[in-house]
């Protein structure tokens, strides 16, 4: 019988890594996540990744992750893949309104679909981007997430940048980084428009499809603004956690940075 390959990755060995790319006690961390990424073999798979973090962020730290449902969404607005015209009226009405404890991430990968059903993790209402917190500040992170402007002054990211808090990339590259978005909505630049968003949810118990205004934001340029941020300054830690490349940097200075950056970048 052929033996597993690669490196043997432990909770401790995790531990180790996390703290020596920068982890703390104390620290309010958003996590986006490759499990692939980290190779080898992981005894406990997602959820020693996630014990391993909280037990470096300690009982005063906190840990987000999006826990993102774009499907609940207007089929007809659907691209990747699209669906039949002829479907559009069924799939909207046999669709399940947003429930925040049954509804499972979509793309989101494995980590945070296993972290949003541990016992103590709570998450925000929203029918599509919502976000799972476990810690000291969770409740505050994730409570009144508005649904207009889903990504703006009345979201968890608002509230991580408020707590000071830091991005963790683990084994993904600022595509991935959601806290740009909230840079989208307080930038002024050229192009910047309004989208009607659509979503199943729950009103007075009975399931009602809700209408509401957003900003039309777009990931396209956050590589470029990430590679920048990192070029331009010190704030970016890189690292390496199991065998995936690790990046940790403040939430605020990448925010106030990639607000000027889309300000003089951004165009029509």
């Given at each position: 019988?052929?033996?597993?390959?690669?490196?043997?990755?432990?909770?401790?060995?995790?531990?180790?890594?996390?703290?020596?790319?920068?982890?703390?006690?104390?620290?309010?961390?958003?996590?986006?996540?490759?499990?692939?990424?980290?190779?080898?073999?992981?005894?406990?798979?997602?959820?020693?990744?996630?014990?391993?973090?909280?037990?470096?962020?300690?009982?005063?730290?906190?840990?987000?992750?999006?826990?993102?449902?774009?499907?609940?969404?207007?089929?007809?607005?659907?691209?990747?893949?699209?669906?039949?015209?002829?479907w559009w009226e069924l799939i909207r009405e046999t669709m399940p309104a947003f429930d925040a404890d049954l509804i499972p991430c979509r793309g989101m990968g494995i980590i945070p679909e296993c972290f949003r059903k541990q016992k103590g993790v709570v998450r925000s209402n929203?029918?599509?981007?919502?976000?799972?917190?476990?810690?000291?500040?969770?409740?505050?992170?994730?409570?009144?997430h508005s649904l207009e402007n889903s990504l703006g002054e009345n979201s968890p990211l608002a509230r991580l940048y408020e707590a000071e808090g830091w991005v963790l990339l683990l084994g993904v590259g600022h595509s991935s980084n959601t806290s740009i978005h909230l840079a989208e909505y307080r930038a002024d630049y050229a192009g910047k428009t309004e989208v009607n968003n659509k979503a199943p949810i729950f009103i007075n118990g009975q399931k009602k499809w809700a209408d509401f205004?957003?900003?039309?934001?777009?990931?396209?340029?956050?590589?470029?603004?990430?590679?920048?941020?990192?070029?331009?300054?010190?704030?970016t830690r890189r690292g390496k956690v199991a065998n995936a490349?690790?990046?940790?940097?403040?939430?605020?200075?990448?925010?106030?940075?990639?607000?000027?950056?889309m300000e003089s970048n951004r165009s029509s």
């Open positions: 019988m052929e033996e597993v390959k690669g490196d043997l990755i432990t909770s401790e060995t995790l531990k180790a890594d996390f703290r020596s790319l920068g982890i703390i006690p104390e620290m309010t961390v958003i996590l986006h996540s490759s499990m692939k990424a980290l190779g080898g073999w992981v005894v406990g798979g997602p959820v020693a990744v996630i014990l391993a973090l909280e037990d470096c962020l300690a009982s005063k730290g906190t840990l987000v992750m999006p826990t993102q449902t774009s499907d609940l969404s207007d089929p007809a607005n659907w691209r990747y893949p699209p669906v039949r015209e002829s929203h029918p599509q981007v919502s976000f799972a917190a476990w810690g000291s500040q969770k409740d505050h992170i994730v409570a009144n205004k957003d900003v039309n934001v777009d990931s396209c340029d956050f590589e470029l603004i990430g590679a920048a941020f990192e070029r331009d300054t010190s704030y490349d690790a990046l940790l940097m403040p939430v605020k200075e990448l925010v106030d940075y990639a607000i000027k950056w």
